[in-house]
């Protein structure tokens, strides 16, 4: 089993739809990364949690620590938001070093 | 304020060829790491360095080699190329505190045949 899982791996949604992706671990953490890759290969970081809920414009991170899950929402999707979104998290002790997930994959139609 | 810039973005070897994927960054960060993605699979950790003059394999560095003589730049050589090798790879840093942002360069698409 992998240490970090993601939900969906692929998901089509229709502009405007509410969006959310799943990321759960299996390891102790100090913080988790939510991060969008697009079709041109470039990774960019969206967020970094360690508790708690961050949002920017129309993305939103929780994360349960308890729980070791953690939801990227997207409000009012649009077909720039198609990329793969990829869950890393960064065990304790860790000299920095993440566990990725493999990504889910989403399309937003228009 | 460059990032992490990566070079070359494609190459295309031949089995046995040898080849340096270069990496700088611009940031002054202490971490610095190397990643392969293949198709369908998560990222995999070939090498990290956590300063100037150490670095440490990670979970798949056979083929591969790293040196950081400098703060900015941490190369990734491969010896004797092997189609095994074809994947994309990215460099990434970090301030390296526990709550630092990762960043990535735009990554290294490599084929061997």
């Known amino acids: 089993k992998n240490e970090v899982e993601q939900s969906p791996q692929n998901l089509t949604a229709q502009e405007g739809e509410f969006i959310t992706i799943n990321c759960s671990y299996s390891v102790g953490i100090s913080a988790l990364h939510w991060l969008q890759q697009h079709p041109g290969g470039g990774i960019v970081s969206l967020f970094m949690?360690?508790?708690g809920k961050k949002k920017h414009g129309r993305l939103i991170a929780t994360i349960n620590i308890q729980e070791k899950h953690s939801s990227l929402h997207i409000t009012a999707s649009h077909p720039r938001d198609s990329a793969v979104y990829i869950c890393?998290?960064?065990?304790?002790?860790?000299?920095?070093?993440?566990?990725f997930g493999k990504g889910t994959k989403l399309s937003v139609k228009p | 304020n460059a990032g992490v810039t990566q070079t070359p973005k494609f190459r295309i070897l031949k089995i046995g060829q040898s080849m340096t994927l270069q990496c700088t960054q611009d940031m002054n960060h202490n971490y610095m790491y190397w990643y392969r993605q293949d198709p369908g699979m998560g990222l995999k950790l070939i090498y990290y360095?956590?300063?100037?003059?150490?670095?440490d394999k990670g979970e798949v560095p056979n083929g591969y080699n790293v040196s950081r003589s400098t703060t900015e730049d941490f190369p990734l050589r491969l010896e004797l190329a092997a189609p095994s090798q074809t994947s994309v790879y990215f460099c990434?840093?970090?301030?390296?505190?526990?709550?630092?942002?990762?960043?990535f360069g735009n990554g290294t698409r490599l084929t061997v045949t």
């Open positions: 890393a998290v960064r065990s304790r002790g860790s000299q920095g070093n993440l566990i």
């Open positions: 949690l360690s508790s």
């Open positions: 360095s956590v300063g100037a003059g150490i670095t």
């Open positions: 990434a840093s970090t301030r390296g505190q526990t709550n630092s942002p990762l960043h």
